[in-house]
């Protein structure tokens, strides 16, 4: 018994010298697992077929999406717990990260992406344009899904960042595999967020603000509080202004201008030949170079996406070659800039402001005189691209923190680059399920709010006075965005202006406050629960009033 001990403890001992020896080297051996074993593609394929529909028929019907990160955990804990050999191998987290990853794609894709862009043209009578929508959408998708990809851990875009539902999800997965603290104190987090959200109360909300950056979560608070409290207050409408509009499309044109002078700074630290180099030192795995050559690349792939869902939609028919030209350079900028923007809220909030953005960007599309066929089939194909960028994000942060938070770099490369080729076949697979299921959900009623909302923006016409109040009121939005620096204070206070919700704005301001009182420690993992439990019985919730 004492020999083996003694041996136990030799090749402990012998571990961990071989442990600081790879440590040392720059990498430690890991597992190879591939996103494209047969078990994880045909039982990832299933689920993401399931998601895809239950996501686009929530949508339909209740108007919001679910919450797809942690409906995607849960289901792969659930496979890994069924006691089958078939269903061991799931026990790996990295395979549970997959399963979680391509579920979660299919779910957004289908619902936010596809279904919503589809749904403006079938509101408009367009309804010869709807394939067509679908395929342009496959296309704008599965290339944004590639370039968040690319950019995820770069100056940009940094992995250490907030991305709060990604941490929630990685907590959960954490604790259903190792149990003990972790575990109680997640399901006690996902118990009180359960209960929370049936009285409705913004748990969720509170537990995004102990993971989000507490700067950016604090404008969203004042912004949500702005929205919910001026017409009571002082009798003065927000909400029939465009002012928060306005003040939306000053922050996002700083924030724009901000991220491309952090991308020069970044990149001209070092000579383009020691790229690698400096990504290393900065604790990065993309370096400043590499981010830059990918924006570019992104803006050219959507320039060819905008000629690609121009022609197939036949919008070009009676354009003049200007408009043409116009039509296509807007679409790629509205595109790679909306990337941008939602990126980087959904970064350091856990919030992204999609439909903010893409009604800002479809606006400007109406004022520059296009045709209301044209507007929706520009807000359609915005409206795919940008959302996608925070789901895959949220994705990306939870492999990250499984993967070690970037110690090993190879192994980190090596596990976002799988999670990215399965995302792109959940998003493949959640748009096909819209091309096949649209038709008949649109017809017995089930149309997105959002979807409704971007119909008649798209045939509102040009409208002067619209144009000069955005102008007026961009000016303030900006110099909020330029005094909030690289936290998107503009841009996040503009988001809770443009939402009618005064309870999360409460929420989010009580939790602010208390955080800096009691500081991260009493809510590690409870944090993650809340968030858990909030998208749990939104999901549930929204399924049940589907069928009544």
Request: aromatic letters at 10%; a positive charge; one cysteine or more.
């Amino acid at each position: 018994m004492i020999k083996k001990r003694e041996k136990f403890k030799e090749k402990e001992f012998d571990e961990e010298i071989m442990e600081e020896k790879n440590s040392k080297a720059g990498a430690s051996t890991f597992e190879k697992i591939r996103f494209s074993e047969p078990v994880t593609i045909i039982f990832g394929s299933i689920l993401a077929v399931l998601s895809g529909i239950i996501c686009m028929q929530i949508m339909g019907k209740v108007g919001v999406s679910a919450n797809t990160s942690i409906l995607g955990a849960v289901f792969a804990m659930l496979i890994s717990k069924i006691p089958m050999t078939l269903f061991g191998r799931f026990k790996s987290l990295e395979r549970q990260n997959y399963i979680q990853t391509i579920v979660s794609g299919a779910g957004f894709s289908a619902a936010n992406c596809a279904f919503v862009a589809v749904a403006i043209l079938f509101v408009m009578g367009e309804t010869k344009a709807v394939l067509p929508m679908a395929l342009g959408c496959i296309f704008g998708t599965v290339i944004s899904v590639y370039t968040v990809g690319s950019l995820f851990d770069s100056p940009l875009f940094p992995a250490r960042e907030a991305w709060a539902p990604g941490v929630a999800t990685a907590e959960v997965l954490e604790a259903g595999d190792e149990g003990g603290d972790k575990a109680k104190r997640v399901i006690q987090g996902i118990i009180v967020g359960i209960v929370g959200s049936i009285f409705k109360l913004p748990v969720g909300a509170v537990g995004i603000v102990f993971i989000a950056n507490i700067v950016s979560m604090l404008a969203l608070g004042i912004g949500l509080l702005i929205r919910g409290y001026c017409a009571p207050l002082t009798g003065f409408d927000l909400g029939a202004t465009s002012i928060p509009q306005g003040f939306m499309v000053g922050a996002g044109l700083i924030a724009l201008l901000q991220s491309i002078v952090s991308i020069y700074q970044s990149s001209s630290k070092s000579k383009k030949t020691k790229a690698d180099q400096e990504a290393c030192e900065e604790g990065l795995t993309v370096s400043g170079g590499k981010t830059k050559r990918t924006l570019i690349a992104a803006l050219l792939t959507h320039v060819a996406g905008g000629v690609f869902v121009g022609i197939i939609c036949g919008i070009f028919t009676g354009m003049s070659p200007a408009k043409m030209v116009l039509w296509v350079i807007w679409t790629a900028f509205a595109s790679v800039a909306s990337m941008i923007i939602i990126g980087k809220a959904a970064m350091y909030s856990g919030w992204f402001p999609g439909f903010a953005v893409t009604t800002i960007f479809m606006t400007i599309g109406v004022l520059m005189g296009f045709s209301p066929i044209a507007v929706a089939v520009l807000t359609g194909y915005i409206s795919s691209v940008g959302p996608c960028f925070a789901d895959m994000g949220y994705d990306l942060k939870t492999g990250w923190i499984i993967r070690g938070k970037g110690k090993n770099a190879e192994r980190e490369v090596y596990g976002r680059k799988q999670q990215v080729f399965i995302e792109m076949l959940g998003a493949f697979i959640g748009i096909i399920v819209v091309i096949f299921f649209a038709d008949m959900t649109l017809k017995d009623g089930l149309i997105p709010a959002t979807s409704v909302v971007f119909a008649t923006t798209a045939e509102m016409g040009s409208n002067l006075a619209l144009l000069k109040e955005l102008a007026i009121w961009a000016v303030p939005g900006a110099i909020v965005q330029i005094l909030g620096r690289k936290y998107m204070f503009g841009v996040l206070l503009a988001t809770g202006l443009l939402i009618n919700n005064p309870i999360y704005g409460i929420g989010v301001i009580v939790a602010v406050v208390f955080r800096k009182i009691i500081g991260d420690e009493f809510m590690n993992c409870r944090d993650a629960g809340l968030i858990a439990g909030d998208g749990l019985f939104s999901f549930f919730s929204s399924l049940v009033k589907m069928f009544i």
